[in-house]
């Protein structure tokens, strides 16, 4: 089977705290560059003119906004890119604190993945229900099971990132169940990796039978009854992992991907969450801006550095 072409995107977030205090976006945001545009870094209709680098909109979370691509590793490349930038542009960012994850200092943040996908078998909305719900039986529980547990349930207690949550864009859609998984580059590498292999399952039609493992019901019974991730029921889950990954080892992108998509597994059969012992800066390697930074980093320079550490802490 071919591959399927589609780009991905994300809006990631996360947050700034010093002493376990929280601080604004909205107070932080300069002007970045898209497209040869100098934008406010606030959300705005138009997603060709928002910033990469802005807030949500309750105006607290950092939110990333990289430009999209086929390659998720070239996708995490340009978030590395927006965060250094970010941090040279705003060097005051840099004294405090990043935190991603999915509920920190009392504020939920989300790892929100965009598929460019405009047109699905008439590109109709129970098209990105089905696609939804096949995404929360393999991404939505790889991310619950790595995440932070008591984080996950709390995120998930104030409604925000239940399964089958998604919401329509001109582009596609974003699938809005997965916290944010800013923590690390090879946990943002592995998750959109694992992101884009299922998605290309479902569009390349290759017969692969898709198994209901967090779902309650068959296809087309309604959203919002994945019990299991919803309430983080953690040994059901963890039970249906070896099925679910047995599905992954046989999907056409898994050979592609193997050595970003391991990183997850590895985590989830150890029972480690997606912390590296690093703060999330180091992990992205962003240096304070005292501190010469080089031009511009690859993924591969960076999962270098602290594969060992996401293998071995």
């Known amino acids: 089977m071919p591959k399927v072409e589609f780009k991905l995107g994300a809006d990631p977030e996360f947050l700034c705290a010093s002493r376990n205090i929280t601080v604004y976006a909205s107070d932080h945001i300069h002007k970045f560059t898209r497209e040869n545009q100098s934008v406010d870094g606030i959300d705005s209709q138009d997603p060709i003119s928002r910033s990469e680098f802005g807030r949500d909109g309750a105006g ?3 939110e990333i906004r990289p430009k999209p691509e086929t390659d998720p590793v070239k996708l995490v490349m340009n978030i590395r890119e927006i ?3 970010a941090s040279r542009l705003t060097p005051t960012l840099y004294q405090y604190d990043w935190l991603a994850g999915s509920y920190r200092n009392g504020c939920s943040i989300g790892g929100h993945i965009h598929f460019g996908i405009r047109s699905v078998t008439g590109g109709n909305t129970s098209t990105y229900e089905v696609l939804t719900r096949i995404l929360d039986d393999y991404l ?3 991310t619950t099971l790595v995440e932070s ?7 998930r207690a104030t ?4 399964p089958g949550q998604w919401r329509e864009q001109p582009h596609g859609f974003e ?3 997965p916290g944010s998984w800013l923590t690390s580059p090879y946990i943002a590498t592995g998750i959109l990796c694992l992101g884009k292999t299922v998605v290309n399952e479902v569009l390349g039609k290759t017969g692969f039978k898709f198994r209901h493992h967090a779902t309650t019901g068959e296809l087309p019974s309604p959203l919002g009854v994945s019990d299991k991730i919803r309430l983080s029921k953690m040994p059901d889950l963890i039970a249906v992992f070896d099925s679910v ?3 992954i080892t046989k999907m056409e992108l898994y050979k592609e991907y193997k050595q970003y998509l391991e990183v997850l597994r590895f985590l989830i059969v150890n029972k480690r969450t997606w912390y590296p012992s690093v703060s999330m800066k180091e992990a992205w390697g962003i240096s304070e801006i005292s501190i ?3 031009k511009s980093v690859s993924i591969n320079d960076v999962w270098s550095k602290y594969k060992l550490e996401a293998i071995h802490t």
């Open 60 to 62: 607290t979370p950092f």
């Open 83 to 85: 965060l250094s930038t």
């Open 140 to 142: 939505g529980i790889v």
């Open 149 to 155: 547990h008591e984080e996950g349930k709390l995120r």
């Open 159 to 162: 409604g925000y990132g239940c």
């Open 175 to 177: 699938y809005r169940t």
């Open 245 to 247: 990954w047995e599905d």
């Open 292 to 294: 010469p930074m080089p």
